[in-house]
């Protein structure tokens, strides 16, 4: 015999005595429910309106604070909105008229509502002939209105609430009743189930703590473990199978090890022969394992730093801090350009290092570890420092020549140029124009070469913001006007001031100033805004000229990188470039938003100054 029909056997008569004992409490419990649940589902639509008109009501009072404090549009606006919804739900309660005295406490609400819709028009009149009167007549007339109208809908509310909870009450004691009966007629019937079920389970039991017991084993791993098989019902099926799975699993297991100590080995053996040093951490931010070049960068034993905290192998708190982000958030940190470099000492000498932080995911997306790669970049660094420095050089010993040459061919264009013909003269012309270019190339890479270089000290003070963007503005206005276009300023009465070197900021807005005035069109229109987001000031030069191609977009910013249009000529394509070593002088960031056709937007950020 099955073990399915063991249990029927065992089962069915109580069973079906208990199914008939069910079917007659279900039978007088579903008309019960039925009975109470009409009556609950007309006070809780009464319930319900009360709630919506309370909860109007008090949107309309917000409302009408607002019309008192000036937001006459947005009050009206929201106390209209609101006045529907009263209505509404006004005249669903009147549709659900179910308790005594539920129609007067609908008559009181729907008089003082209306005296309240006037007093808010007479509020709204007092206030547009003299605001001094609202005030008074606000707490005279309308508050004790919407009191009036607000306790009339609690009212309704707690008068539905205890119709309810008697209702509820009554239908509770049928309940008991019903319930009592059923359950002198349902003891009979367990005590039969019981005792076929102390028979049965002790026959069905055995076998499955037999079962319980092997299954702890092979989860401890021990894949020897096997299970009695007794009989040829369902639980000796599920010991053969229990056995068999053993047996597979051990031979897996096996196998499964081998497999992943291959891995491991070609891993480790890969992770030695990358020649930058990478260091992963496990989800506590332990190490788990450590190439050599990585050891030699911070100057352990890879074998010994196995199983220890980062900190105490790299006692970095920045670079802790961005591997604790990714652990935490599973996703690298947004590191700005020029910003993911650190610079190790030893000794005397120092080298950088570019490090790239990347957290390890499982296919559930369960956090697995985080991977550091230290990439040696110190003779990057030093080329980039000694290009520089040329560069300075080369721009310092070219700025005396090129300053004589353009001393050299003003002097001919004054003197000699009645001498000259059209075509000496129109060469005289461009070689002056060629010298100003240079000049301005020269003077732009000394200055680029000294914000690099650091050598560029910031007056940094609390400086108005207003101040700043009037003289930006003030000194291109006459260049707007001859283009005629407008240029414009939105800078708010209760801006903060901002810390910042004032001379090197009005530069700044200079330049994204007359960048858009060029990239105008006649009868276009610069805007110059300003805006508190936090802790920041975000100043934003938006134009609405042609554009740029999102192919510079991304470019905008670097070193003589210009948009190829007629405009451009005569530019050094360095203005940018300076203005964004300016703003990251000052711990800002600059950005630009563009569409082609649709203009350009620059912004960038300088932080709040400390008023203490």
Known sequence: MTLRRKILLGYGITLALMGVVLVWALFNLVHLGQAGNAI??????????????????????????????????????????????FLQWLARARDNITVRGEADVLESIDAGYSAYLVAFSELCARRAEDSSKAGPFYHETVLPGFKHVRDAAIRLRQLNQDTMFATSRRAERVAHTAFYSTVSVAGGAIVVGLLFGLLLSSRIVRPIRQMMSATEALAE???????????????????????????????????????????????????RSIEDGVIVVDAELRIDSINPPAGCIIGVDPEAAAGRHFLEVFKEERLFALVRSAAESGEAAAIEEGQNIICLKS??????????????????????????????VTRLKELDRMKSEFVMTASHELKTPLHSLGMSIQLLREGAALRLDEKQRQLLDAAHEEIERLGSLVNDLLDLSRLEAGRVEMELDAVPVWMLAEKAVGVLAVQARQRGAALTMDVPGDAPDVRADANKIVWVLTNLIGNALRYVDQGGHVLLAVRQIGQWVHFSVADDGEGIPPEYQSRIFEKFVQVKTERSAGGTGLGLTICKEIVRAHRGTIWVESAPGRGSKFTFTLPVADRS
């Open 40 to 85: 609950l589902r007309e006070n809780y639509a009464s319930i319900l309106s009360a709630e919506n008109m309370i909860e109007a009501i008090e949107r309309q009072d917000s409302a009408t604070l607002l019309v008192m404090l000036g937001y006459q549009d947005e009050g009206l606006r929201q106390f209209r909105e609101n006045e529907n919804s």
């Open 221 to 271: 791993g021990d894949y020897d473990v096997r299970v009695p098989v007794g009989g040829s019902d369902e639980l000796g099926r599920l010991a053969r199978s229990f056995n068999a799975m053993s047996t597979k699993l051990g031979i897996y297991h096996r196998l499964n090890v081998e497999q992943i100590l291959a891995g491991k080995q070609k891993a480790d053996a890969v992770l």
């Open 347 to 376: 000794g005397d000498a120092a080298r950088h290092y570019m490090f790239a932080i990347t957290p390890v995911l499982s296919k559930t997306g369960a956090m697995q570890g985080v991977v550091l790669l230290l990439r040696d």
